[in-house]
C-alpha cells in the first residue's frame, strides 16, 4: 500500500502535469486582441474564430487572446494603443478613424452605399482593399472588413417620423468630424462621446440619445433608456479588423500570410453571427416595448447630407472614391 507521502507526491506530480498542460497548450505567441463589445458580439466571436484558425494552421505556434467588453479602453485610446504596439489586433468602427485616415471617411459618408450588399461588393473589391492600405501609413495593418449593419437614431424623447422631429435634439455620435457635421445638418445637435458613456448620459439627460444598428442598440442596452427607434438607416460604416505594425514586423512572411488569410476567413463566419444576431437583437427591443419607426422618407434626410459630403470629401482621391463607390453595381 503505498504511503501517504508517495501519494501526495503523485498527487502533485498530476497537478504539474495539468499546469504544464495549461501552458503547453497557450500558443507561444499570444495577440492581444481588443473589441468594446461584450463576450459573444459577433465581431468579438470572429476575432475568436480567427484564433482558433491561428492556432490551427501554426500548429499552436500563434494564437489570439481576447479582451472584449473594452476591457483595454475605449475605442479611440485603443486605436492609440495599437498605434503604439501596446495592443496587438484591434477591431473597430471605422468612424474613429476618419480623423486620422482619410480614406475611411469614404465608407463613413451618410448615403453612400444602397444597402448592406452594395456595401459588400465595394468593401470586398479593389476599393476595399485600397482603403485596407491606407492604414499602413499610420502604424497599422489593415487586415479586413466586418458587418455593422445600418446605424439608425433612437431617442428618449419622441418618435422621429420626419426630419423636423430632429429638430434640437441632442445626439451621440462617434468620436469623429464628419459625424457630428452629419447630425448638424439634420437640424439636431452633435455630442462625440465613447461608447461607454451613452447609457448613463441617455439616462441621465445629458443627451437625447444616439444612433447605431440593432446589435448594438440591443447589447448596449441603450433601449431601456431610449424608447424611440427610427430605422433612416443613415450610416452603413463598415468595421476593420487591424493590426499593430509593430506586431506585424515581428512576424515572418509566411505567418503575415497566415494571420492575413485568418483574418479573411473570419469574415464569412462574421457575417452568419451578424445576420443571426440582427435578428435576435430586433425580436428583444420589439419585445421590451421600443417604439420602433419604420416608415420614413430618406429623401429628406439624403438632401440634408450634402453639405458634408462637400466638407468632407475634399481632395480628388477621394472624390475618385465617391465616384467609383457609386459606379458600382
Ligand atoms: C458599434 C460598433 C463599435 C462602436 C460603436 C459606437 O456599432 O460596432 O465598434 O463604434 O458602434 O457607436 O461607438
Redesign the pocket.
Known amino acids: 500500500m503505498k504511503s501517504w507521502k508517495s501519494l501526495s507526491t503523485t498527487l502533485l506530480a498530476s497537478a504539474a502535469i495539468v499546469v504544464s498542460a495549461t501552458i503547453v497548450s497557450a500558443a507561444d505567441l499570444m495577440l492581444r486582441a481588443s473589441d468594446?463589445?461584450p463576450d459573444g458580439y459577433p465581431?468579438v466571436a470572429a476575432v475568436v474564430y480567427m484564433g482558433e484558425l491561428l492556432e490551427e494552421r501554426s500548429n499552436g505556434r500563434i494564437g489570439i487572446d481576447m479582451f472584449h467588453s473594452a476591457q483595454l479602453g475605449e475605442?479611440k485610446d485603443t486605436i492609440e494603443q495599437t498605434r503604439l504596439g501596446v495592443i496587438d489586433l484591434n477591431?473597430?468602427?471605422l468612424?474613429?478613424f476618419n480623423n486620422l485616415i482619410e480614406e475611411t471617411k469614404i465608407p463613413s459618408l451618410p448615403y453612400i452605399f444602397r444597402s448592406v450588399a452594395h456595401m459588400h461588393t465595394v468593401m470586398d473589391g479593389p476599393i476595399g482593399d485600397e482603403i485596407l492600405a491606407a492604414f499602413e501609413a499610420h502604424g497599422l495593418i489593415g487586415l479586413a472588413f466586418y458587418d455593422?449593419g445600418s446605424?439608425s437614431f433612437y431617442n428618449s424623447v419622441r418618435p422621429i417620423r420626419s426630419i423636423e422631429d430632429l429638430e434640437g435634439l441632442k445626439f451621440r455620435v462617434?468620436q469623429s468630424d464628419l459625424f457630428v457635421e452629419m447630425v448638424n445638418s439634420l437640424g439636431a445637435n452633435a455630442t462625440p462621446m465613447?461608447?461607454g458613456e451613452?447609457y448613463s448620459s441617455i439616462q441621465t439627460g445629458v443627451i437625447d440619445g444616439?444612433e447605431?444598428?440593432w446589435?448594438?442598440f440591443e447589447s448596449s442596452g441603450h433601449y431601456e433608456v431610449a424608447g424611440y427607434y427610427t430605422l433612416d438607416q443613415h450610416l452603413i460604416v463598415p468595421?476593420v479588423l487591424v493590426m499593430s505594425s509593430a506586431a506585424w514586423e515581428k512576424l515572418s512572411a509566411d505567418d503575415q500570410a497566415m494571420v492575413r488569410q485568418a483574418a479573411r476567413d473570419s469574415v464569412p463566419y462574421m457575417r452568419e453571427l451578424w445576420e443571426a444576431r440582427e435578428a435576435v437583437s430586433e425580436a428583444r427591443v420589439r419585445e421590451a416595448g421600443v417604439e420602433i419607426i419604420t416608415e420614413i422618407d430618406k429623401a429628406p434626410f439624403i438632401a440634408a447630407m450634402a453639405p458634408v459630403y462637400e466638407r468632407f470629401v475634399d481632395t480628388d482621391r477621394l472624390r475618385d472614391l465617391v465616384a467609383r463607390i457609386q459606379a458600382t453595381e
Do not use: F, I, K
Open positions: 468594446t463589445h465581431t475605442e477591431r473597430v468602427s468612424g474613429p455593422g446605424r462617434m465613447p461608447y451613452v444616439a447605431n444598428n446589435p448594438s468595421e
